[in-house]
């Protein structure tokens, strides 16, 4: 299955504006750069039409050791959920072959 | 942070590119993504976290108002996974001071 990382984005921004190929790898950066440090200060961030990155608070819970069984405090955190926009869910079920349920 | 916002900041630290070009790029940035996964690729992005295509099987789901039965065909639901170090840059100023074992600076 193919991947689309940095590479081919910067390839894309590069075709979008003027700028050369080492300034739109920077500006990619810059971009995810910017998004990690709203999500890092708690915020969320909203893309329309693209989907809500949003950082949720977990409580502490008791978890165990998969392999030992033994019980470990799973301390409070924060984790990153994506919801995607109804546009994006859109999109993926419109076309595309994909592997079946895991 | 909406989309708006993202591109105002963006373009005021380069005054390079004016705000409709900086709005062409991440909109590009975007749809290329939004493409890829229609595709049913993924989107690997690393450091940041990657976005994949997964498939959920159909289900017999049930009309909360009517409390019918029905059918909700199979489908697929983009997910995101965060990378690394935005897991640990989010969870850095610890949300509570408990028994340090990543001992991590809790600074604000």
């Known amino acids: 299955m193919n991947t689309l990382t940095r590479a081919q984005l910067t390839e894309a921004i590069y075709a979008t504006v003027g700028l050369s190929r080492h300034e739109s790898a920077d500006l990619l950066e810059l971009v995810l750069n910017r998004m990690a440090d709203a999500l890092a200060e708690g915020k969320s961030v909203k893309i329309s039409g693209f989907g809500t990155f949003s950082v949720r608070q977990k409580g502490r819970r008791i978890g165990r050791n998969p392999k030992t069984g033994i019980e470990v405090p799973i301390l409070p955190r924060r984790v990153l959920v994506f919801r995607p926009s109804q546009i994006l869910r859109d999109a993926v079920n419109t076309s595309a072959p994909r592997q079946a349920a895991s | ?108």
């Open chain 2, 1 to 108: 942070m909406t989309r708006s916002e993202l591109i105002a900041s963006l373009a005021e630290d380069n005054p390079h590119l004016t705000v409709a070009e900086v709005e062409r790029i991440v909109s590009t940035l975007f749809d290329e993504m939004t493409a890829a996964l229609a595709r049913g690729e993924r989107v690997e992005l690393r450091g940041f976290g990657a976005f994949t295509v997964k498939a959920r099987q159909a289900r017999a789901g049930r009309n909360p108002r009517t409390g019918e039965t029905v059918q909700v065909a199979q489908k697929a639901v983009p997910f995101f996974k965060a990378g690394k170090e935005l897991r640990e840059r989010i969870n850095k100023p610890a949300p509570a001071p408990a028994n340090g074992k990543k001992s991590a600076g809790a600074k604000s």
